[in-house]
């Protein structure tokens, strides 16, 4: 499952966003544009990632990004389903404590 993807769903004032396949060079700049969007229009965003099976730097500041836009919003991004991949990347570049990261989706939503 490399190509990646974006579904994006609306609950209430709470967007899910689910991102699967590879986040690379190539398609965080994808990632990064949609969630600008959303971010716009969005403060609350929950984004389930469970279906990442790589995130490289550039989807790290895609999601850096779209966390300051939601916090200058007075919300927040919240991650759900992080895969133990995923997570030591973020623990890495010290993201893990920027970021609330919950089992599932409905936790992450409900943490609002």
Not at 56 to 66: K, L, M, P
Request: proline share 3%.
């Amino acid at each position: 499952m490399d190509d990646f993807s974006m579904t994006i769903n609306p609950n209430g004032d709470i967007t899910i966003v689910t991102i699967s396949g590879r986040v690379d060079s190539v398609t965080a700049a994808n990632m990064d544009a949609e969630l600008a969007k959303i971010a716009h229009d969005n403060k609350k965003i929950v984004l389930d990632i469970k279906g990442v099976e790589y995130m490289s730097s550039a989807g790290i500041r895609a999601i850096v990004r779209v966390l300051q836009s939601a916090r200058k919003a007075g919300g927040g991004v919240k991650l759900a389903n992080v895969p133990a991949n995923v997570v030591e990347v973020l623990e890495t570049v010290g993201m893990m404590q920027m970021l609330e990261a919950f089992p599932t989706v409905d936790e992450a939503v409900a943490s609002f």
